[in-house]
């Protein structure tokens, strides 16, 4: 079964506090990683595609990595309005549809 | 720039009501999605399209109903609004999951 599980569920920062969130796949053959960002009542933005081990993409304090079987959004210096949930989701096996993580709630605090 | 849009953001229904759910895209995308969205359970696929007149039920398809009778407009469809119903519900369309979604802002249901 195709699964992409996120860690951790929920993370509180301090501002200016750098740190890392997780998101682990089991789909072999993998056809690209997407990061979105969901702010609360809104639909998810996006962020990022990676598709390929090594690969980095970077924008203003977020960089999302890739390796063979996870990847890692790294919040560099988080400010208050990077506070959002962050969804990452992959390309099932039968290549019809994203499979979703179930997201990390960041919070950072001044 | 390219866009998802949901009729409504906020809905109140009653109880037994017919609910329709309207998303249009401008993208000429083949491939549509209905997501509901609740606190702890995630995205949960309803249904999708891959093209018009087309449609396969998700994993939570119960309930819901759907119409695709053109193809920027895909119409998620409460046949009777129950209370377990009241979500998050988001549209989403894409080209091919190999190029990601984009999302319509959502609608906010209440059955009450």
């Known amino acids: 079964e195709d699964q992409v599980t996120q860690s951790p569920e929920a993370l509180r920062l301090q501002e200016g506090e750098s740190s890392s969130l997780n998101c682990s796949y089991t789909?072999?053959?993998?056809?690209?990683l997407f990061w979105y960002r969901q702010d609360p009542g809104k639909g998810p933005e996006f962020l990022f595609t990676?598709?390929?081990a090594g690969e980095e993409k970077e924008k203003e304090r977020l960089k999302a990595t890739l390796t063979k079987k996870e990847s890692f959004l790294h919040i560099t210096a988080p400010k208050p309005e990077d506070s959002a949930t962050y969804l990452c989701a992959v390309p099932g096996r039968d290549g019809n549809k994203l499979v979703f993580g179930a997201g990390t709630i960041l919070r950072v605090k001044s | 720039d390219v866009k998802v849009t949901q009729s409504s953001r906020y809905l109140v229904k009653r109880t037994g009501e017919k609910v329709f759910l309207e998303c249009v895209q401008d993208m000429d995308h083949e491939n549509m999605f209905w997501y509901r969205q609740d606190p702890g359970l995630g995205l949960r696929l309803i249904y999708f399209s891959y093209d018009v007149k087309m449609k396969e039920k998700g994993d939570i398809p119960e309930g819901y109903s759907v119409s695709r009778e053109k193809k920027e407009r895909f119409s998620l469809i409460l046949e009777s609004a129950s209370t377990n119903q009241t979500s998050m519900y988001l549209c989403?369309?894409?080209?091919?999951?190999?190029?990601?979604?984009?999302f319509g802002s959502g609608t906010r249901l209440t059955v009450v």
């Open positions: 990676l598709y390929s």
């Open positions: 789909v072999s053959g993998l056809r690209g």
């Open positions: 989403a369309s894409s080209s091919s999951p190999h190029m990601g979604y984009t």
